[in-house]
């Protein structure tokens, strides 16, 4: 009970303040639509880039972890995938939304600001080792997916399909501040010290932002319809994955703050990114939104539990 009370509920009382503020329209639709590009565009990236530049590479990429990790995701994808073309029998493109609502965790928002709370700044490495690898790799996977499909739907040429996805990986803030912050680390290239003062000012607003913003986005999710769609992929992102990463977590010997790390951040609900996945290509819209809105809701039970159960 005292981890919901100290770690879990700060988290959502923010999230929820967000939500009622946009509900009751004292903090406008346009603001949100402004605080959220901040936060991803701005704010998160110096984020990600602060905590790659400063990562121990070496130490950090332990191989069981991210084994652990994605083979979740990746399992997720792929039941979302086919659970959407053969079970639920809906088209190619919006198997592959579907899967993609499996796939991609909400590792940032979420899973750092709970590990953070729960374990403190120190412990999370891991998380960032994640995270660094989190949107190269399930963009990846969703656009070539959805590439993939639309080719065969439409009867295109694959051949334009690397350019495709590699012109829409660099057009991500995000990946873009990973991939300063790995450059940066690699070459120990450093800053002023008035720049890196004022890029701490902006890294210690991401986060709070950003979920407070999250909670304005959610209040627009109105879960209607696709009711057996929205319950797999509350299955499959709060329990089938974080027990993917338990169990081989387990297997491969993760240290204690590794394990944490993985365990938490498989056990979040979809990320915003899964509706701006859906909505991007205006595939599978409304199961997307409900499956983020139903899935945040119920984590923060099932967050307690894996918390509880975590060493």
């Known amino acids: 009970m005292q981890a919901l009370l100290d770690v879990i509920l700060p988290v959502f009382i923010l999230i929820g303040a967000g939500y009622v503020a946009t509900w009751r329209k004292v903090f406008p639709e346009q603001a949100v639509d402004g605080l959220m590009y901040f936060t991803q565009t701005f704010a998160v990236p110096c984020l990600l880039f602060r905590a790659i530049w400063t990562l121990d590479l070496e130490g950090s990429f332990n191989a069981g972890l991210l084994i652990s990790f994605y083979t979740g995701s990746i399992t997720g994808f792929t039941l979302g995938l086919l659970a959407g073309r053969f079970l639920f029998k809906r088209d190619w493109e919006d198997s592959v939304a579907i899967g993609f609502c499996c796939l991609f965790a909400n590792s940032l928002l979420l899973g750092l600001a709970i590990t953070e709370r729960a374990f403190g700044a120190d412990a999370l490495e891991a998380n960032y080792a994640i995270i660094a690898v989190h949107s190269p790799i399930c ?13 065969h739907a439409h009867g295109a040429s694959a051949a334009a399909l690397p350019g495709k996805v590699l012109r829409a990986m660099l057009h991500n803030a995000l990946v873009i501040g990973i991939l300063l912050g790995a450059v940066f680390n690699i070459f120990s290239i450093g800053l002023p010290g008035p720049v890196e003062n004022a890029l701490d000012m902006m890294v210690r607003t991401a986060l709070p932002a950003a979920i407070f913003g999250m909670g304005g986005v959610l209040m627009r999710y109105k879960p209607e319809g696709d009711l057996r769609i929205i319950a797999f992929v509350c299955a499959v992102t709060l329990v089938l994955h974080p027990t993917i990463t338990w169990t081989l ?18 056990a979040m609900a979809p990320g915003v990114n899964a509706y701006v996945f859906a909505n991007m290509y205006g595939r599978a819209k ?18 307690w539990l894996w918390l509880a159960l975590l060493p």
């Not at 977590?249 to 498989?266: N, Q, W």
């Not at 409304?286 to 967050?303: G, N």
């Open 286 to 303: 409304r199961v997307a939104a409900s499956s983020v809105l139903i899935a945040t809701a119920l984590s923060v039970l099932t967050t």
């Open 139 to 151: 963009y990846g996977i969703g656009i070539t997916a959805m590439e993939i499909a639309r080719a």
């Open 249 to 266: 977590g387990t297997s491969f010997g993760l240290s204690v703050d590794e394990f944490r790390s993985a365990v938490i951040t498989a």
